[in-house]
């Protein structure tokens, strides 16, 4: 597993995340791969409104993947009200999560999903022009993709050689787009956009070195892909 640096610079907005982003492939990557976008679950109520203009269905899940089990007595209010409006389209005791339809009526209810510890994961299946998961697109379309999300939060990784490192395994950059890195994997953070290097499995002899040698003023190291 490689280790990701936060590239420690202030990023007000998404699209000057994404063109930080840029620059440092530019910068330090080599034969960097095409852009692999994904989008995050929605957690406040905005992101919900944004989230309905290109998804139909979505699943609610636990944001605290230590209690992932959903139980219906916990949830008794919130079930009611999905079965009311026919939002609920799928859910047993027990399950990690239960599908639902992005209707509009979820938005009146909103604090019930907050309040239950939920977030509404989005499943890019024929919602462009998110594309669908670990499918990669291009940098024109990219572009398209961050314009689109908006308050979502976006996920998008390159692969790429960095220049005077030996291995190229698992290198490259990472985007989060309100969100941030934490414990390998991102995760919702509302208006934090950041920009991280991932240094690979292969350098851990001259990683510190290099580093260094970037000028950068990066964070500590976190576990990456």
């Known amino acids: ?16 995340a994404l063109g930080r982003a840029r620059e ?9 791969s095409d852009p692999c976008p994904e989008v995050g679950p929605a957690v406040t109520l905005e992101q919900f409104h944004r989230a309905r203009r290109y998804f139909t269905r979505g ?6 993947e230590s209690r992932s089990r959903l139980r ?27 599908d639902v339809e992005l ?9 019930l999903v907050e309040e239950a510890g939920l977030q509404l994961e989005l499943r890019a299946w024929d919602a462009p ?7 990669d697109c291009t940098e024109a379309e990219l572009d398209v993709v961050v314009q689109a999300a908006g308050p979502l939060g976006l996920s998008v990784y390159w692969y790429a050689a960095l220049r005077g490192l030996p291995s190229a395994k698992l290198c490259g950059v990472q985007l989060c787009l309100n969100s941030r890195w934490s414990s390998g994997a991102p995760v919702p953070a509302p208006g934090t956009h950041a920009v991280y290097l991932s240094i690979g499995t292969r ?7 290099w580093l260094h040698k970037t000028g ?5 190291p976190l576990t990456g892909w």
């Open 59 to 64: 699943a609610l899940s636990r944001i605290d």
């Open 216 to 220: 950068l003023r990066l964070g500590p």
């Open 72 to 98: 219906p007595e916990e949830l008794d209010e919130l079930l009611q009200v999905l079965a009311r409006t026919g939002a609920l389209r799928s859910f047993h005791d027990g399950d990690d999560w239960m």
């Open 203 to 209: 350098n851990r002899d001259i990683e510190d070195a």
């Open 129 to 135: 022009p998110f594309p669908e998961i670990d499918e």
């Open 1 to 16: 597993m490689s280790f990701l640096y936060q590239v420690l610079e202030p990023l007000p907005d998404a699209a000057g």
């Open 24 to 32: 440092l492939l530019g910068e330090f990557g080599e034969s960097a």
């Open 103 to 111: 209707r509009p009526e979820l938005a009146g209810v909103w604090p």
